[in-house]
């Protein structure tokens, strides 16, 4: 059985070299393809196994069988569109889609396999699973809140973690987070309004992510947390993703499709 070729967008970015290094790391796999925009200075410079840096997108399409896309989402839904018409598969790990991003990475999952997922991190998809469970449990009388910290760098925020985190919360609790959700309080505020989800964002230093998700009542608080310490967790993942992908035709689907957690969450 021949390796499955994989092509990498934004190759030279931080996560861009992870993915590098994690698919050297995976059996079975191999680095077909290696993609950065025209005005890129690592043109040209190979990264493995003689696969050098390229911006012709047909050229890095035609060799690879996925693409791993951690770019932003003005470079990668073209990418993406022209993905879904040559039948390439997309492990998309670029976050800060709007709607009509989200609608496209749909329409695109109609004609090739996409996993689609806020995190990579096998950890934090556990989470994931997790916090369905827990606020299911904890659905009477526990104020919700998510706090996340990212590095100086990170352009989004909330980060799309956090947000994934008020999204299976909200579901278990028969919610719609974008009518419960509290992004930032100052001023007079007032007292918490019950039934919403608050989020507090930290930036800075060279924090890799961190996530907690904080259920506090009268006299006592829960609280549940992954910390990455590496991007590493999130390149092996998403390699771990694409080699799942091999076996699908077309379809949409995250992390929990792929560690096979998936259950009534989102």
């Given at each position: 059985m021949n390796d499955l070729r994989i092509a990498i967008a934004g190759v030279g970015g931080r996560m861009g070299k992870m993915l590098v290094e994690a698919v050297a790391q995976r059996e079975g796999v191999v680095l077909s393809g290696a993609l950065e925009h025209t005005a890129s200075p690592v043109l040209g410079n190979v990264v493995a196994d003689g696969v050098r840096i390229s911006a012709d997108v047909e050229e890095v399409l035609n060799t690879c069988d996925v693409l791993i896309d951690f770019t932003r989402p003005d470079a990668s839904l073209p990418l993406i569109a022209r993905c879904a018409e040559k039948g390439?598969?997309?492990?998309?790990?670029?976050?800060?889609?709007?709607?009509?991003?989200?609608?496209?990475?749909?329409?695109?999952?109609?004609?090739?396999?996409?996993?689609?997922?806020?995190?990579?991190?096998?950890?934090?998809?556990?989470?994931?699973?997790?916090?369905?469970?827990?606020?299911?449990?904890?659905?009477?009388?526990?104020?919700?809140?998510?706090?996340?910290?990212?590095?100086?760098?990170?352009?989004?925020?909330?980060?799309?973690?956090?947000?994934?985190?008020?999204?299976?919360?909200?579901?278990?609790?028969?919610?719609?987070?974008?009518?419960?959700?509290?992004?930032?309080?100052?001023?007079?505020?007032?007292?918490?309004?019950?039934?919403?989800?608050?989020?507090?964002?930290?930036?800075?230093?060279?924090?890799?992510?961190?996530h907690t998700a904080l259920f506090a009542t009268e006299g006592e608080r829960v609280e549940i947390t992954h910390k990455a310490s590496s991007r590493m967790t999130f390149a092996s993942g998403a390699v771990r993703a694409a080699a799942w992908l091999a076996s699908q035709d077309k379809g949409l689907f995250d992390m929990q499709d792929v560690l096979g957690l998936r259950h009534d969450t989102v």
């Open positions: 390439v598969k997309l492990v998309i790990g670029t976050t800060g889609y709007d709607e009509a991003g989200k609608a496209a990475i749909a329409a695109a999952a109609e004609r090739t396999a996409v996993v689609f997922a806020a995190n990579y991190s096998v950890g934090v998809n556990l989470t994931f699973h997790i916090l369905d469970t827990v606020a299911r449990v904890l659905n009477e009388g526990y104020d919700i809140e998510i706090i996340e910290a990212h590095h100086r760098h990170k352009i989004d925020a909330p980060s799309g973690t956090a947000l994934r985190m008020g999204e299976v919360i909200a579901h278990a609790l028969g919610r719609d987070l974008r009518e419960c959700a509290v992004y930032g309080r100052e001023g007079q505020t007032g007292a918490r309004a019950a039934d919403t989800i608050g989020f507090a964002t930290v930036r800075g230093g060279d924090i890799v992510g961190d």
